[in-house]
């Protein structure tokens, strides 16, 4: 299983509008619908990744504790669905059922591209003024080193800025399956 490290965004950097289908719903939804929010976190993630399916049942439970909490969540699937039809929109809004917050779908890939998104899962945590304030690691569990699925990491993170405090410049980047780009597509950065 081949491991892609995230391209750890600069911290700061303002978050990328978007706005994009949720297949689950038909509805379009976008990053002003979150303009309330005290912080908004968006996952880049897809159905099929096996680092994904390792988290899916921890990362459901911490979209509801921090559903109560406020925190605003988005999950992106960008991935190339002609050559992965697993990720298709019609199994994202299958799996949307598991998570308790929207499940959009990137057919351009330009949302993932802008957030310089390189692995599946990428998380990317905003403070209310939507600078970031987190790119990392949901924490240090992956499918075959026996660390207990916690959520550790982002937690802390979503603690910090949740709680008017500073997060932690120590991040440790998220590790999964590379963004399955189109042919031509693939981002300078990635490369």
């Not at 299983?1 to 297949?23: C, H, I, K, N, Y």
């Not at 002609?82 to 019609?90: R, T």
């Not at 993932?112 to 970031?132: E, G, I, S």
């Not at 699925?149 to 008017?164: M, Q, S």
């Given at each position: 299983?081949?491991?892609?490290?995230?391209?750890?965004?600069?911290?700061?950097?303002?978050?990328?509008?978007?706005?994009?289908?949720?297949?689950?719903t038909g509805k379009t939804v976008s990053l002003s619908d979150f303009q309330d929010a005290p912080a908004l976190l968006v996952m880049v993630i897809c159905n099929h990744c096996p680092f994904v399916k390792h988290i899916r049942?921890?990362?459901a439970r911490f979209g509801r504790d921090y559903q109560a909490k406020r925190l605003a969540m988005v999950a992106i699937s960008a991935n190339d669905v002609?050559?992965?039809?697993?990720?298709?929109?019609?199994k994202?809004?299958?799996?949307?059922?598991?998570?308790?917050?929207?499940?959009l779908y990137d057919e351009s890939q330009a949302v993932?591209?802008?957030?310089?998104?390189?692995?599946?899962?990428?998380?990317?945590?905003?403070?209310?003024?939507?600078?970031?304030v987190y790119r990392g690691q949901f924490d240090g569990s992956r499918p075959s080193n026996?660390?207990?699925?916690?959520?550790?990491?982002?937690?802390?993170?979503?603690?910090?800025?949740?709680?008017?405090?500073p997060v932690s410049p120590e991040q440790?980047?998220?590790?999964?399956?590379?963004?399955?780009?189109?042919?031509?597509?693939?981002?300078?950065?990635?490369?």
């Open positions: 299983m081949a491991q892609t490290p995230s391209t750890m965004l600069p911290l700061g950097t303002p978050a990328p509008d978007f706005r994009l289908p949720e297949p689950a049942t921890e990362l002609a050559n992965h039809p697993d990720d298709s929109p019609a994202i809004a299958e799996e949307a059922q598991t998570y308790p917050f929207p499940y993932a591209q802008a957030y310089r998104a390189a692995c599946t899962p990428d998380f990317f945590l905003f403070d209310a003024a939507r600078k970031l026996n660390v207990p699925v916690t959520g550790t990491d982002l937690r802390a993170a979503a603690d910090a800025v949740l709680a008017g405090q440790k980047p998220s590790i999964g399956c590379n963004i399955k780009w189109k042919a031509g597509n693939e981002p300078d950065y990635y490369r």
